[in-house]
């Protein structure tokens, strides 16, 4: 922060308070934009900016999160960058890049439980839109984000998914079926193989003889 009356600054952020709890959302910006002279943080500025515009519902509250985030990330501040992304899931749950960001972001800083639900949620919600072919190129790319139990789940996802979709090539199918039979064999869970099996003989009986095929050649 730059030097300013220690007085005068806190009148400011005071006024700044009042004027939001009123509703008043010039006011409020006009107010910000004085007190932004006093900031020497360019990234912290712009995300009190979209602080603000998002107290009020502006929707133009995301392009500056946005703004303050690559900040932060230009300075290697990534653990606030991705602090900042948050806020933009908030608003834009269904922003499909904001979530490859915070995938991205959390694998720089290696926390691995955030990067499994990202990659899970992102899985979903490109399911939900019928996306699969995305829904594919993430799976592929993050399969090992987490343990051998994630992997299994991710690819029995897309198993299950891909069993009802129409015109689609068996050995596309089958990729999945293999990875997730796979997988739960790292964590000896043949129970969980059994069940894999079981379902997917009800959701699509010839690709699972090549499954059950798959698996009793593996046993071997």
């Known amino acids: 922060m730059k030097h300013v009356d220690s007085d005068t600054y806190s009148i400011a952020w005071f006024k700044l308070a009042d004027c939001i709890a009123r509703g008043e959302k010039e006011r409020a910006l006009g107010v910000f934009r004085l007190l932004a002279h006093s900031f020497d943080d360019s990234a912290l500025a712009c995300q009190l900016y ?4 998002r107290s009020f519902g502006d929707p133009k509250a995301v392009e500056k999160y946005r703004q303050a985030a690559e900040l932060y990330r230009e300075r290697k501040q990534i653990l606030q960058a991705a602090a900042v992304f948050e806020h933009i899931t908030a608003l834009e749950p269904e922003n499909i890049d904001v979530r490859l960001q915070l995938i991205e972001l959390y694998q720089q800083l290696n926390i691995r439980s955030k990067v499994m639900s990202y990659v899970q949620e992102l899985v979903c919600s490109l399911l939900k839109k019928d996306d699969w072919k995305k829904a594919i190129e993430v799976v592929m790319a993050h399969e090992a984000s987490g343990d051998s ?15 009802t979709v129409k015109d689609i090539l068996p050995e596309t199918v089958l990729v999945h079926a ?12 043949d129970s969980a193989i059994a069940s894999l099996l079981s379902k997917l003989q009800a959701a699509d009986e010839k690709v699972a003889a090549h499954a059950q095929s798959y698996w009793n050649e593996i046993k071997k």
């Open 178 to 189: 293999r990875k997730a039979i796979d997988a739960w064999q790292l964590q000896s869970n």
């Open 149 to 163: 139990a994630f992997t299994a789940q991710l690819h029995e996802q897309m198993l299950f998914y891909l069993a």
């Open 50 to 53: 979209a602080d603000i515009l």
